[in-house]
């Protein structure tokens, strides 16, 4: 008995299917049956019911199931253990960065991880902060940069990264323009550009006009601060945007303040929990990233 074969059968019996447990463990269809067969073999007894067109557990296999990923939990933990003992950190990252974000220090704190610990495979992804959050919190993911409303996500821990009000953004000829500040009210009038339904900076934006019991005329939305700055330039809508992002684009577009959404949208990296090496090695190069004093790269495209 192998512990590839353990591998394969926890696939097949998650999956209940042979051809994308072939894929989630990167062999082809006949490599897994093959291995599963030889399992069987040993154990004299047959793993599943292949007579329908899903995999379904037999008795034995549902007993052998749990046992399965027993024995591979504990053989992972063997790895992670010497490879603490000998610095050596292997395994696998999955980090999740809210959709059409360029926070450059995530990206410095990526490499240096990658430098110190090549062993690690990262994977990157991107996403709505909301569906960020339910991959940390279902364990699909281990890191994730998101965009907030007020608080980071309760449950998760978390390190802020910025915190900092809305603005309305508007073209120099745009009859607003001569105001240092504006309602939500005022914004009434014109139609809205800002981030789409689950980005933390529309969430702050949401929850300020449903307080009020306003419905704005949002005739546009884009996952990019450029997006929404070009369009506010054209005059097509008054765009929301967070004050940091709003001050890439100062040259061009006037930043009012939003005076009754005092909420602040924030910027913030979450986790679960920091059980494994990688983890926790990766939580310090980002930390230190984060640390540096680079307000305009790190805050391009900020509070999504």
């Not at 037999?58 to 591979?72: D, Q």
């Not at 369009?231 to 765009?239: D, H, M, N, S």
């Not at 939003?258 to 983890?279: G, M, N, Q, Y």
């Amino acid at each position: 008995m192998e512990l590839r074969q353990l591998e394969y059968f926890v696939a097949v019996a998650e999956e209940r299917n042979f051809t994308r447990a072939a894929e989630r463990v990167h062999i082809s269809q006949s490599g897994v049956s093959a291995q599963i067969r030889q399992l069987e073999r040993e154990l004299g007894a047959d793993l599943f019911d292949r007579s329908a067109r899903t995999a379904t557990l037999t008795v034995a296999g549902k007993a052998a199931l749990e046992h399965a990923r027993t024995a591979l939990a504990a053989a992972g933990a063997v790895s992670q253990a010497v490879g603490e003992v000998t610095d050596l950190i292997r395994g696998r990252l999955t980090v999740g960065m809210v959709v059409g974000c360029t926070v450059t220090p995530l990206f410095d704190a990526l490499a240096a991880f990658h430098r110190a610990h090549p062993g690690v495979e990262i994977s990157l992804l991107e996403d709505n902060s909301d569906r960020l959050v339910e991959g940390v919190r279902a364990g699909t993911l281990d890191l994730a940069l998101i965009g907030a409303a007020a608080t980071t996500p309760d449950g998760l821990a978390a390190l802020t990264i910025i915190s900092e009000r809305l603005v309305a953004a508007v073209p120099a000829e745009h009859p607003l323009a001569q105001q240092r500040q504006v309602t939500l009210r005022d914004l009434g009038a014109y139609p809205i550009v800002c981030m789409p339904t689950g980005t933390g900076l529309r969430t702050v934006f949401d929850q300020a006009c449903a307080t009020q019991r306003l419905q704005p005329m949002i005739t546009l939305q884009a996952g990019a601060a450029d997006a929404i700055a070009d369009l506010a330039i054209r005059g097509l809508a008054v765009a929301i945007l967070s004050d940091s992002m709003a001050k890439r684009y100062r040259e061009r577009l006037t930043a009012l303040t939003i005076d009754d959404v005092e909420t602040p949208a924030l910027l913030a990296l979450v986790w679960k929990a920091a059980h494994s090496p990688a983890l926790r090695e990766l939580l310090v190069h980002s930390r230190q990233a984060f640390a540096k004093p680079d307000p305009a790269s790190r805050r391009e495209d900020s509070q999504r």
